[in-house]
């Protein structure tokens, strides 16, 4: 337990805010965890520690989210989406780890901070989008999830897209990131990155925090009106965006 052994002060009192903030977002949105924690936490922790870390937290927290209201989950996105996710996971793990990273994330945050930016403008819901764009995103999403653990954005602004209602689109993004979260943490665990003493104890810590911010978030996402989740769901994508851009350019 050598990462958790010397924190300073300043950890122990940052990180619970950041897990009670960073899931009180996902339990509004059904995403936006990781990438709020994780450059927040990196300033104490390695990577190789906190994406194992916050992939088995997001699998925790997807399945409590997606479990209390599944029948809201939309089966047929979800079976239009997942095959093309596991290909992008796929294509995230063979294909564009050899490929600069800094473009990368360049692009897929000028991604979300354009989709966040519609979100927030016109929150009225407009046509549907065709069901074949579950092709690139599914495939987008997987990648970017396998190489960031950063696949929420697409989802979420693909299903917003398809479907209309806000408890519809929080299920299946959520239930979309179990799924990939869990089949990240497997392969984690195979590299030998999971099965650690020190990666148990930071999840047993990190769990109460990560609960009231889910409990919280869901109260918040319950009183929300449909136009006021597009803002929401624009905001957090934007300011997902926005963190992805700094990283990139402080790196």
Not at 93 to 99: D, G, K, Q, Y
Not at 163 to 168: H, I, M, T, Y
Not at 196 to 213: D, N, Q, R, V, Y
Not at 216 to 244: K, P
Request: proline letters at 6%.
């Amino acid at each position: 337990m050598s990462e958790l052994a010397a924190l300073p002060l300043a950890f122990w009192v940052v990180a619970p805010l950041t897990i009670v903030f960073a899931y009180t977002v996902f339990g509004m949105s059904g995403f936006g965890s990781t990438i709020i924690s994780i450059p927040i936490l990196a300033n104490w922790l390695p990577l190789t520690y906190l994406v194992p870390l916050m992939a088995m937290a997001d699998v925790a927290a997807a399945l409590v989210v997606g479990g209390a209201n599944r029948r809201e989950v939309s089966v047929p996105e979800l079976k239009r989406l997942l095959p093309f996710v596991v290909v992008g996971i796929v294509v995230g793990v063979t294909v564009l780890v050899h490929v600069p990273r800094e473009p990368l994330r360049v692009g897929a945050a000028l991604f979300a901070m354009s989709v966040g930016l519609h979100a927030i403008l016109d929150p009225a819901p407009g046509g549907t989008i065709s069901r074949w764009w579950c092709i690139p995103a599914g495939i987008l999403a997987g990648a970017l999830a396998s190489v960031f653990g950063a696949g929420g954005p697409v989802y979420a602004a693909y299903l917003s897209g398809r479907l209309r209602g806000k408890g519809e689109i929080r299920s299946t993004v959520s239930t979309i990131i179990s799924v990939s979260a869990t089949v990240r943490t497997t392969s984690y665990a195979l590299a030998g990155l999971v099965l650690k003493a020190s990666i148990f104890a930071g999840f047993a810590l990190a769990a109460p925090f990560a609960w009231a911010g889910l409990a919280l978030g869901t109260r918040i996402h319950v009183g929300l009106t449909q136009a006021q989740m597009r803002r929401v769901v624009g905001g957090v994508l934007l300011a997902s965006g926005v963190v992805l851009l700094a990283r990139v350019l402080l790196a």
